[in-house]
């Protein structure tokens, strides 16, 4: 799995990427065939600060890819709101693709 996080008009510091990892190993532990995770962190100059902090995630895994983000005043919220729909979009596509393959139809007769 290739993990690239960056950050715009923000310094990603150690403390911060180890925070991100950790919680992107939730959905590594879900779904195993992810190849590729570009997070994104950014703090943007909004009048309001509720929305101040995002998050940014991209996955490519095996016959998808799957996007979200996030908003809060506290980054690690953010992050914590990001991670949860990234987990919902890979529990979705792995049931998908475990139902892909059905049992014939029995004949009445």
Do not use: W
């Amino acid at each position: 799995m290739n993990l690239t996080i960056s950050g715009h008009h923000l310094e990603v510091t150690p403390a911060l990427r180890s925070y991100v990892t950790t919680k992107l190993d939730r959905i590594i532990r879900h779904f195993d065939q992810v190849v590729d995770v570009k997070v994104l962190l950014t703090v943007e100059n909004l009048k309001e600060k509720e929305r101040r902090q995002r998050a940014e995630c991209s996955i490519h895994v095996k016959g998808s890819d799957m996007f979200a983000e996030s908003s809060h005043e506290d980054l690690y919220a953010a992050v914590d709101d990001l991670v949860d729909k990234l987990d919902r979009q890979v529990v979705r596509h792995k049931s998908r693709v475990k139902n892909h393959h059905h049992q014939a139809a029995k004949r009445l007769m």
